[in-house]
């Protein structure tokens, strides 16, 4: 498979933040989806949101849990990157935006990623 077969955009999540003061509004633009990929593939998933990025904090959860970076596995900006999917890799991604002025927090709906054994 080419870079670009395997750098799909499997979540935007929009976010309006708003002042503390203010209500606050928040719609997903796109549903999670769901992905299969065979074991060593690339996988990137792009989590989005509106605001000042200065002000956003990105986090993801694996099955839910915070997921633990390393060389493999990294988060730039809002994005998740996956360098050589694994078996364990297997199961729902959410993204979590967080206005770091107000707190407002937002989570995505979850993506399910299949892993295919070859």
């Not at 003061?21 to 996988?43: H, K, L, M, T, Y």
């Not at 998933?45 to 970076?69: K, M, R, T």
């Not at 809002?78 to 050589?84: F, K, Q, V």
Request: glycine content about 6%; hydrophobic content about 40%; overall charge negative.
């Amino acid at each position: 498979m080419d870079m670009n077969t395997n750098l799909l955009l499997l979540l935007c999540l929009a976010i309006a933040l708003l002042a503390p003061s203010v209500a606050n509004s928040s719609r997903c633009i796109q549903p999670g989806q769901s992905r299969a990929f065979v074991e060593n593939d690339a996988v990137d998933f792009s989590c989005e949101a509106n605001g000042p990025s200065a002000d956003l904090h990105y986090d993801w959860l694996h099955n839910g849990q915070q997921i633990v970076y390393d060389k493999r596995v990294q988060q730039i900006g809002g994005n998740l990157h996956i360098e050589s999917v694994q078996r364990e890799d297997d199961g729902d991604f959410v993204c979590i935006a967080t206005s770091v002025a107000s707190g407002a927090r937002q989570e995505s709906p979850p993506a399910k990623l299949s892993v295919i054994c070859e």
